[in-house]
């Protein structure tokens, strides 16, 4: 190391605070420049004092036109950012103003084994640059020695991945100074980044991350002074400065025409800036078309317009809602499953919906009546009825929904008379007896009712499934609740969408009605 002694990284060495304003640039004369100096506090520990990287990112911007800096530090051996917003003097010396920049940089394992008390530190040391007119720069750090070079990407993208979601919190840039470590690692292995120790900066490790943070704080790619820092020979300082604009942007990103854009998908630079994907072809991982099968939609997706309702036959045919795509066409099936997990159905079945008993059952009912007849593809729907410690669902059928009364239901089923039950078990076999007469398979109801009118699904498409009470494990006596869970596992076990029921009952024997898409 020169002769210079490494502080441990996390051991309790006082507070460091040197201010390099007044020193002499490592490097020949500074060209000039139009702007005054920018001047740039440091935040961090040994990983930013050994070697003393602030002064190499000064004599770095004294060579580079338009990069002059002016540099201070607030350092500590082993500190977290945690340290440095409780200990250090460090918030105090950020929100004092007087600086453009304030470089962050928190302990090596920090991002890793304490991310929550890093983002908060910090969201707190940035508010305080913000407080004095700074912005903040996040000095994302390497990964240390380990000998293989996957596991150094996988620590590598860990740490990053902290200051990352700090810069979106917070604002700032990330200086990726681990990005362009790892970059160097696998381009020029003979060039020892690291110290004897596998976790400090070599002279070499301290130029490159210098290079990598002079380009974010001043938006410049930076040049070798002659002689370059640190005692470095030109061929190995400038090969390291170079990667520096290499990891300007973002994993998978590419910087075209001094912005950084998602070569991956951009199909106006797909892959390299500039390739332009032809005609209507979207970008995808980086190569333009589509896989086999696929039909590419706006540039911006490729679609399986057999199946895809928002593109079914070709871009932009949107299905009805409800709807499917099947071979390229769409079609309205004859019922179709729907979760409470749909927050419009959760919504609309309301809290009434939570309390078992016949007022609960009319409600979620009528819910599911009018939630499904909202959707182009259905008239109507049905629904288990609440028993506690099962969801909800509700199935959406392509019905016939018709107005009768409790008079006419009654002529079918006494029992159904409106006043001693107006939903139920008794007015189940008198609404599917009614529906039969029509022609139709069976029904359900009422979906709707108001004084002696009553409003019922008729389905002419449907299967009735004869059982009994004990294949379903529900008796008669539950007939308006248990058993409508019970039908519909039944109905599913037997492929169908759902079922509803009893329709009609004889002794343990009953009958059951399933529905298909």
Known sequence: MDGQALAPLDGASEAVVADEGAEEPLDATRPPDAAPPLRVLFVGNSFTYVNDLPAVVRALGAATAGAAVEVDSVVRGGAFLTNHLLTTGARDRIAGGGFGAVVLQGQSAETLTDPSSFAVAAGQLAGAARDGGARTVWFATWALRWPALDRVAVVTRDIERAYQDAARANGGVVARVGAAWHLALTEQPGVALHADDGSHPSPAGTLLAACVLLQALTGQTPRVPDPPPLGLSRATASALCALAPRVLCNEGMGLCDGGCVDLASDPNRCGACDAVCPGVEPCQRGRCGCAAGLTPCARTACVNALADTANCGACGTRCPTGGVCQSGRCRCPDAAPYSERDPALRGALGPACLTPGEGAISECTAAVHRYCRALD???????????????????????????????????????????????GPSCNTAISRYCASTGAVSGFGPVASAGDEVTVTCLPRAVIVRTTFEALRCGPAMAGLGCSQAISFLCNAMGHVSGFGPVETAGSSVDVVCVDP
Request: aromatic residues 10%.
């Open 377 to 423: 593809c259905f008239s109507s729907g049905f629904g288990p009825t609440p028993v506690p410690g099962f969801a909800y669902s509700a199935v959406c059928v392509a019905g016939d929904v018709r107005t009768i009364s409790y008079t006419s239901l009654r002529a079918l089923v006494p029992a159904c008379d409106g006043r001693a039950e107006r939903i």
